[in-house]
Structure formats: structure tokens, C-alpha cells
């Protein structure tokens, strides 16, 4: 599904949605889906592309990739394992992760690539932890200067 004009997709890639709901802004629970029922699918470019390329990088749990095992972060694997027991345990797995997944997704990045598609930088707005999962409410900052806001959901092990 395109949205806006057409002129916004010229010359530019664009990559399938994983995380349908996903708005140039306010707050919104993303859903992990590439095909929402009743819908046929959605691409997109620019700064949500760029949210997109960040939160895979960030659930990929690092080393499983068979031919890049330098990909992905040990967010997920913290998550798995019930290291998250406060909201400074969830900042600082992020924090960790977060400097992972810039060497990764700037590492990908060409100088040809479009500014609003390309990493600068991401910091954790909210953390709310509940009896099985915890959102962090994440902005995802481009290159460009834009930034977007997303909310995610994470089902995980809670130690209390």
C-alpha cells in the first residue's frame, strides 16, 4: 500500500512492512505482521523505513544469522533469559544494543542512500513492565534530523 505521493517513492527502495500500524507521528502499538487481515501488504521509505531497519536489527538476536553472525543485538537475548527485572535493567541492555545495531545499520548504509533513511541515533523515551512483557517506547533519529516515535510491545520472561 502506498501512502502519500508518488513523487516520495522515486528513486528509492523501499522494504516490505514487518511491523504494520508504524505513523510519521504520535504513539502507536506496532503489530508484528507483514499482512494486516483484509489488507494486501504495505511498503514504505523514509524515516519509517528506517524505524523498520532499527527494531529487526534490535530483535535479531545476534549471532543468529548463519552467514552474518555479527548481526543483531543481545536485546532479545536479555529479554529471553530474565535479566529484565527494572526499568534501569531494560535501559541498560538497550543501551548496549543500541550501540550494536548502529555499527550494523551504518555499516549496510551507502553515502547514496537518503539521509532520512539513513542511522544517526535512537534513545529510550518510556519502559513499562508488566507481569509478562514489557514496552519500551523507542525515537528512532536519521541522519536528516527527523525522528520518529514507536511503541513495542515484548513478550518475555519477568523475574520478580
Known sequence: MLSGTVDQYI???VDMM????????GDRQ???????PGGSGALH???QKLAHRFLIELITVQGSLQ?????GTPFMTDAFRGAWRTAADVQSSFSLAKFI???NLQGEESPDDPDDERYADAEMLN????ADSVSISVRVISLAGSSI????????????
Not at 18 to 25: H, I
Not at 67 to 71: F, Q, T
Open 11 to 13: 528513486g528509492r527502495s
Open 18 to 25: 514487518a511491523f504494520d500500524g508504524m505513523q510519521a507521528t
Open 149 to 160: 516515535d514507536i511503541i513495542f510491545p515484548i513478550r518475555v520472561n519477568v523475574v520478580r
Open 45 to 47: 521509505t523514509g524515516i
Open 67 to 71: 552467514y552474518l553472525p555479527a548481526r
Open 127 to 130: 519502559i513499562f513492565i508488566e
Open 101 to 103: 545495531a548502529k555499527q
Open 30 to 36: 506496532l503489530i508484528q505482521t507483514l499482512v494486516v
